[in-house]
């Protein structure tokens, strides 16, 4: 296990990782794009956010600290499907290589499309609990060109097995999917054109503040402004803005009654310009910052990974 860290290459902010066992953070990136239906590119996703992190400050703004001068973390070596593995094969392989690895950690998946979530999720949090989804489609599809693991898919295999929903930003969906909305208790959807009235915004943000025990968000980059997010391959109009998606995570991570159990930023295609790249790339550091802090990290000693090398 502790060598699993070690032999990747890949880094986030450029850190150093720390042997898995050892680390606060782990990032798994998941380059697996075998269902999306428009426009192809999310494979190359999880390289591009880690990419993108070495423009990062360490100083993160928001929280006001370097959440690396107290913290360790590892990005994971790649999972991704083999040439000629089965659907069903990779998914099952996902799910059993993250159901092993330590779980006293934030634990950020990357991906890839938005399949893989479940096998994540079930892996890290197998006795149920809450997903928060950030979305502009429902994904709740019971199959989707004849695969259950089609990327219009995941939600409905987490609601299937009885996992508490929340949709956030939803505008696009099938008349089947909406049925299923109006049905089942266990899904709340925060759609988007609704969430442009205050109350609405801010009914989610109290919503998020008032969950308990394991939690896991799901972030599909379609989920944003595709005015602001054009490095996605199903876009959407509408969507939340940069600031409203930060208050939310902040919402959580400062949630101490919430477990979080995993983030997964999925969805991704890479744009020349890098704006998308960026933007997953800071989205990753805004949940290590708000989780630390949460967590009382800043009050530690400065051993983290970044006393480990020269920024100057
Ligand atoms: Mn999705």
């Given at each position: 296990?502790?060598?699993?860290?070690?032999?990747?290459?890949?880094?986030?902010?450029?850190?150093?990782?720390?042997?898995?066992?050892?680390?606060?953070?782990?990032?798994?990136?998941?380059?697996?794009?075998?269902?999306?239906?428009?426009?192809?590119?999310?494979?190359?996703?999880?390289?591009?956010?880690?990419?993108?992190?070495?423009?990062?400050?360490?100083?993160?703004?928001?929280?006001?600290?370097?959440?690396?001068?107290?913290?360790?973390?590892?990005?994971?070596?790649?999972?991704?499907?083999?040439?000629?593995?089965?659907?069903?094969?990779?998914?099952?392989?996902?799910?059993?290589?993250?159901?092993?690895?330590p779980e006293n950690?934030?634990?950020?998946?990357?991906?890839?499309?938005?399949?893989?979530?479940?096998?994540?999720?079930?892996?890290?949090?197998?006795?149920?609990?809450?997903?928060?989804?950030?979305?502009?489609?429902?994904?709740?599809?019971?199959?989707?060109?004849?695969?259950?693991?089609?990327?219009?898919?995941?939600?409905?295999?987490?609601?299937?097995?009885?996992?508490d929903l929340i949709?956030?930003?939803?505008?696009?969906?099938?008349?089947?999917?909406?049925?299923?909305?109006?049905?089942?208790?266990?899904?709340?959807?925060?759609?988007?054109?609704?969430?442009?009235?205050?109350?609405?915004?801010?009914?989610?943000?109290?919503?998020?503040?008032?969950?308990?025990?394991?939690?896991?968000?799901?972030?599909?980059?379609?989920?944003?402004?595709?005015?602001?997010?054009?490095?996605?391959?199903?876009?959407?109009?509408?969507?939340?803005?940069?600031?409203?998606?930060?208050?939310?995570?902040?919402?959580?991570?400062?949630?101490?009654?919430?477990?979080?159990?995993?983030?997964?930023?999925?969805?991704?295609?890479?744009?020349?310009?890098?704006?998308?790249?960026?933007?997953?790339?800071?989205?990753?550091?805004?949940?290590?910052?708000?989780?630390?802090?949460?967590?009382?990290?800043?009050?530690?000693?400065?051993?983290?990974?970044?006393?480990?090398?020269?920024?100057?």
């Amino acid at each position: 296990m502790a060598d699993f860290a070690a032999m990747s290459e890949q880094h986030f902010l450029d850190l150093p990782n720390s042997p898995v066992n050892q680390a606060d953070v782990l990032i798994l990136p998941v380059p697996h794009d075998a269902t999306v239906t428009y426009r192809k590119g999310t494979a190359e996703g999880p390289a591009a956010i880690l990419d993108a992190s070495e423009q990062l400050e360490f100083y993160e703004e928001d929280a006001r600290w370097s959440p690396f001068e107290f913290m360790t973390l590892a990005v994971l070596e790649e999972i991704r499907c083999r040439p000629d593995e089965a659907q069903a094969d990779f998914h099952a392989r996902l799910k059993q290589s993250v159901s092993v690895m330590p779980e006293n950690n934030l634990f950020i998946g990357l991906g890839g499309e938005h399949s893989i979530t479940p096998d994540m999720l079930f892996a890290r949090m197998p006795g149920g609990g809450t997903v928060i989804q950030i979305d502009a489609h429902a994904d709740l599809r019971q199959q989707y060109h004849g695969s259950i693991y089609n990327h219009a898919c995941p939600m409905y295999r987490i609601q299937e097995q009885g996992y508490d929903l929340i949709q956030v930003s939803i505008r696009s969906l099938h008349e089947q999917e909406a049925e299923l909305i109006n049905s089942n208790t266990l899904i709340t959807t925060f759609f988007d054109r609704d969430l442009q009235k205050q109350e609405n915004w801010e009914h989610l943000l109290e919503t998020i503040a008032a969950l308990s025990g394991p939690v896991w968000l799901t972030i599909d980059m379609d989920g944003f402004d595709s005015a602001l997010i054009a490095g996605v391959g199903t876009p959407q109009p509408g969507g939340l803005h940069w600031h409203q998606g930060i208050s939310l995570i902040e919402t959580l991570m400062n949630n101490k009654q919430a477990d979080i159990r995993g983030v997964d930023i999925l969805e991704l295609i890479p744009e020349p310009n890098h704006v998308s790249d960026m933007m997953a790339a800071k989205l990753v550091q805004k949940c290590i910052s708000f989780w630390g802090k949460s967590m009382g990290f800043d009050k530690r000693q400065k051993l983290g990974a970044q006393t480990r090398i020269n920024d100057e």
